[in-house]
């Protein structure tokens, strides 16, 4: 099992095929006083949700503020940032968002893995990692750098997941801390928040 | 081996940091680019692409290569550069443009415009394509500039992959376009030609946005997917000059996902309407 640490800094999680009922059911779990600040890296079509209606639906019905990343934005704890077609979101060494134009990743981009291996840096042990259903296997590598730096590692049990590969990929990639179905992903990482540890 | 016998090593962060800026260090000195005001998330993957495809074992071998070799800092441009781009790239801006934008440039005897970061042309040609169809081409004037040269010399030929076509033009039927885009090229080979009509008042240039200075007094800017490549001081500093270079009441265009709200600038523009990524220059509040 992981290793029980006091606090974690983020999570940060990739999502791909199936990933908008996924997220609808997990981000309501976190409370109005969770106070991590969460990336959600989604694949999505070229040119698609240009109206920012992702982030109205989520908002809608979680606790805490949901945006869509614009480059520059400062990270605020408790806000969750959620990716937007055409570009790779990273995360940048002064506590900012970045986006970027550079090729696909694993046929994506946004891709998990850029995700994963930028946010790891800045936060490195306090990471908390996690992979939904998709049918892809980004986020594989991602994961697996997380894993290294220290940080904590959550994949959807492959079994319930509406698109296994991406669970699967992440499983075969490096020693998962938790392998959860989908709901009981959101209370888990509900406890996460720094307030409710001693 | 097991997934669990699978260790990814994890680099000395502290170090990179260092060799990172020893390379900008003798790329600035040497060449006279200062890419120390780069988003710094976004070079670092750049360079280690580019560590990973000369297969060096760490960033700072790559400080004697790009001193001693030219050709070596043209690859780092290169692949600094991104020059991912498509004809009428998010049509509903074009459209937008056309409908909003273009209509008030009528009553100007002369326009200018101006596409900083305009990698391989294709967004300048679908400018030129929009104008030409308002009637505007033949008194505008394009400026087009980037600092990759080998992107500028594709602009400036206006030849595209032929397997391109069907791309854009369905952008361009979603940008509004009221013809058939293949009125605008013709086929040779696996090829695309852009009509010559399109490029007569189109200048291609060289030009730094980290360090040229404006080409003054234009009606509109175009500077889309390429504030992303810097950090917030050098985005203010480019916005400033941009800024500057727009007539009283122009236009500046940023890309799909790029906003002034969180620069020094904001003030100097309003967005024509929300999410429209078209900006207008507001007249100057005196300090009186
Ligand atoms: C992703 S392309 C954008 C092309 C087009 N504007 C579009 O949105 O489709 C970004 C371009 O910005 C250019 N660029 C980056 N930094 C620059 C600089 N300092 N000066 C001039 N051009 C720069 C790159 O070379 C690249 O061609």
Same mark, same amino acid.
């Given at each position: 099992?992981?290793?029980?640490?006091?606090?974690?800094?983020?999570?940060?999680?990739?999502?791909?095929? $199936?990933?908008?009922?996924?997220?609808?059911?997990?981000?309501?779990?976190?409370?109005?006083?969770?106070?991590?600040?969460?990336?959600?890296?989604?694949?999505?079509?070229?040119?698609?949700?240009?109206?920012?209606?992702?982030?109205?639906? &989520?908002?809608?019905?979680?606790?805490?503020?949901?945006?869509?990343?614009?480059?520059?934005?400062?990270?605020? +704890? $408790?806000?969750?940032?959620?990716?937007?077609?055409? &570009?790779?979101?990273?995360?940048?060494?002064? $506590?900012?968002?970045?986006?970027?134009?550079?090729?696909?990743?694993?046929?994506?981009?946004?891709?998990?893995?850029?995700?994963?291996?930028?946010?790891?840096?800045?936060?490195?042990?306090?990471?908390?990692?996690?992979?939904?259903? $998709?049918?892809?296997?980004?986020?594989?590598?991602?994961?697996?750098?997380?894993?290294?730096?220290?940080?904590?590692?959550?994949?959807?049990?492959?079994?319930?997941?509406?698109?296994?590969?991406?669970?699967?990929?992440?499983?075969? +990639?490096?020693?998962?801390?938790?392998?959860?179905?989908?709901?009981?992903?959101?209370?888990?990482?509900?406890?996460?928040?720094?307030?409710?540890?001693? | #081996? /097991?997934?669990?016998?699978? *260790?990814?090593?994890? =680099?000395?962060?502290?170090?990179? *940091?260092?060799?990172?800026?020893?390379?900008?260090?003798?790329?600035?000195?040497?060449?006279?680019?200062?890419?120390?005001?780069?988003?710094?998330?976004?070079?670092?993957?750049?360079?280690?692409?580019?560590?990973?495809?000369?297969?060096?074992?760490?960033?700072?071998?790559?400080?004697?290569?790009?001193?001693? !070799?030219?050709?070596?800092?043209?690859?780092?441009?290169?692949?600094?550069?991104?020059? *991912?781009?498509?004809?009428?790239?998010? =049509?509903?801006?074009?459209?937008? @443009?056309?409908?909003?934008?273009?209509?008030?440039?009528?009553?100007?005897?002369?326009?200018?415009?101006?596409?900083?970061?305009?990698?391989?042309?294709?967004?300048?040609?679908?400018?030129?394509?929009?104008?030409?169809?308002?009637?505007?081409?033949?008194?505008?004037?394009?400026?087009?500039? !980037?600092?990759?040269?080998?992107?500028?010399?594709?602009?400036?030929?206006?030849?595209? =992959?032929?397997?391109? #076509?069907?791309?854009?033009?369905?952008?361009?039927?979603?940008?509004?376009?009221?013809?058939?885009?293949?009125?605008?090229?013709?086929?040779?080979?696996?090829?695309?030609?852009?009509?010559?009509?399109?490029?007569?008042? @189109?200048?291609?240039?060289?030009?730094?946005?980290?360090? !040229?200075? /404006?080409?003054? %007094?234009?009606?509109?800017?175009?500077?889309?997917?390429?504030?992303?490549?810097?950090?917030?001081?050098?985005?203010?500093? *480019?916005?400033?000059?941009?800024?500057?270079?727009?007539?009283?009441?122009?236009?500046?265009?940023?890309?799909?996902? %790029?906003?002034?709200?969180?620069?020094?600038?904001? %003030? /100097?523009?309003?967005?024509?309407?929300?999410?429209?990524?078209?900006?207008?220059?507001?007249?100057?509040?005196?300090?009186?």
């Amino acid at each position: 099992m992981y290793a029980a640490q006091n606090s974690y800094s983020a999570i940060a999680i990739g999502v791909s095929a $199936g990933g908008f009922e996924a997220l609808a059911q997990l981000l309501p779990a976190f409370p109005k006083d969770f106070d991590l600040p969460i990336f959600i890296t989604q694949h999505q079509l070229m040119d698609a949700d240009r109206n920012g209606f992702i982030a109205k639906y &989520y908002s809608q019905r979680c606790n805490l503020p949901v945006h869509e990343a614009y480059h520059g934005t400062q990270i605020k +704890a $408790g806000h969750i940032y959620h990716s937007v077609s055409g &570009y790779h979101l990273q995360i940048e060494s002064n $506590g900012s968002l970045t986006l970027s134009v550079a090729p696909p990743l694993n046929h994506a981009i946004p891709s998990i893995d850029i995700l994963f291996e930028s946010a790891v840096e800045y936060y490195q042990s306090g990471l908390v990692g996690v992979v939904l259903t $998709g049918q892809n296997t980004d986020g594989a590598v991602g994961i697996s750098t997380i894993k290294a730096y220290g940080g904590l590692t959550i994949v959807q049990d492959p079994d319930g997941a509406e698109a296994r590969s991406m669970p699967d990929a992440a499983i075969a +990639a490096t020693q998962i801390d938790a392998i959860l179905p989908l709901d009981e992903i959101g209370p888990f990482l509900a406890k996460l928040s720094n307030r409710e540890s001693p | #081996m /097991s997934a669990q016998d699978k *260790v990814t090593s994890v =680099p000395d962060l502290d170090l990179e *940091v260092l060799e990172i800026h020893l390379l900008l260090t003798a790329i600035e000195q040497r060449y006279g680019y200062d890419f120390f005001n780069y988003a710094m998330s976004s070079l670092k993957r750049r360079v280690r692409n580019i560590q990973c495809d000369e297969n060096l074992s760490s960033i700072s071998e790559l400080v004697p290569k790009i001193l001693h !070799d030219p050709q070596m800092f043209d690859r780092f441009l290169v692949e600094m550069s991104v020059t *991912v781009t498509r004809m009428f790239r998010n =049509p509903q801006i074009f459209k937008r @443009i056309k409908e909003s934008l273009l209509p008030k440039l009528h009553t100007y005897p002369r326009i200018k415009i101006w596409h900083a970061g305009c990698a391989t042309g294709e967004e300048v040609y679908s400018m030129a394509i929009l104008l030409a169809e308002a009637d505007l081409l033949k008194k505008t004037h394009i400026y087009a500039t !980037d600092y990759n040269n080998q992107s500028l010399a594709i602009a400036e030929k206006g030849i595209y =992959p032929l397997e391109k #076509m069907q791309d854009f033009s369905k952008n361009y039927l979603a940008a509004g376009g009221q013809c058939s885009f293949a009125d605008y090229y013709h086929a040779k080979y696996e090829h695309a030609v852009m009509a010559s009509i399109l490029s007569k008042n @189109i200048t291609f240039a060289h030009h730094n946005l980290m360090r !040229d200075q /404006s080409f003054g %007094e234009m009606n509109i800017i175009f500077c889309r997917n390429v504030l992303i490549y810097f950090d917030q001081i050098l985005q203010d500093k *480019v916005l400033t000059m941009m800024r500057d270079s727009l007539i009283h009441r122009g236009y500046l265009v940023l890309g799909d996902r %790029e906003t002034i709200s969180f620069t020094g600038i904001s %003030e /100097s523009f309003t967005e024509i309407e929300p999410r429209s990524r078209i900006y207008q220059k507001q007249p100057e509040i005196s300090g009186f």
